[in-house]
């Protein structure tokens, strides 16, 4: 580990976030000092007090520990590398572009890797006016249901949540040159294009 490094990473941050080193003492409940010599490289926080110091410079704990900001430059702004993420505890989704560190319930969570669709995992769709209708071949009980389905394009990601013992089936305005994502409660994600 480099402390030089980390402590301007740590001074960047709290520069960032327009914050005194007093200011950050003060919520962790330690001395300006420590802050201090975390900052010139004289130190770095003990294991307890890093996860408090990176939910105040609002960064993840692994971005405190390496040391490094890594900033997304390739992967920005093209949704098409859109990723997909599901808490496995409460069920909550998430999307993100490029390498997003994602964290729900109070752990980091992987991004789904995309399968392509099986039989039980099919769907139908048809144009009717504007818009595809897709059906999916899929059960919707309360165990076993798709959760949701998006239409991933390069300049946007439309999503729609989907519940259990509701209709499996959506409507999403006709646009070409996408792809179709669904998430399986049991199986994970699927794609295919359109």
């Not at 009717?128 to 394009?153: P, S």
């Not at 990601?157 to 669904?182: D, H, N």
Request: charged share 30%; glycine share 10%; hydrophobic share 35%.
């Amino acid at each position: 580990m480099d402390l030089n490094k980390n402590g301007r990473l740590l001074y960047n941050l709290r520069k960032k976030k327009g914050m005194t080193q007093k200011e950050v003492a003060e919520k962790l409940g330690i001395l300006p000092k420590t802050v201090s010599k975390w900052e010139t490289g004289h130190g770095f926080p003990d294991v307890a007090t890093i996860s408090k110091l990176a939910e105040v410079l609002g960064v993840s704990e692994k971005t405190i520990l390496s040391g490094n900001l890594e900033v997304n430059r390739e992967d920005a702004g093209n949704m098409k590398r859109t990723k997909f993420y599901v808490c496995p505890d409460c069920g909550s989704f998430m999307q993100g572009v490029g390498n997003s560190q994602v964290m729900c319930c109070g752990k980091q969570i992987e991004a789904l890797k995309p399968q392509q669709p099986d039989e039980t995992h099919g769907i139908k769709a048809e144009e009717i006016e504007d818009d595809f209708y897709i059906e999916f071949n899929h059960e919707m009980t309360k165990e076993h249901y798709i959760g949701f389905a998006a239409y991933v394009r390069f300049d946007r990601v439309l999503t729609i949540k989907l519940y259990p013992e509701q209709e499996g089936a959506i409507r999403f305005p006709k646009m070409r040159g996408g792809k179709l994502c669904w998430y399986c409660s049991k199986h994970g994600l699927f794609e295919m294009k359109l």
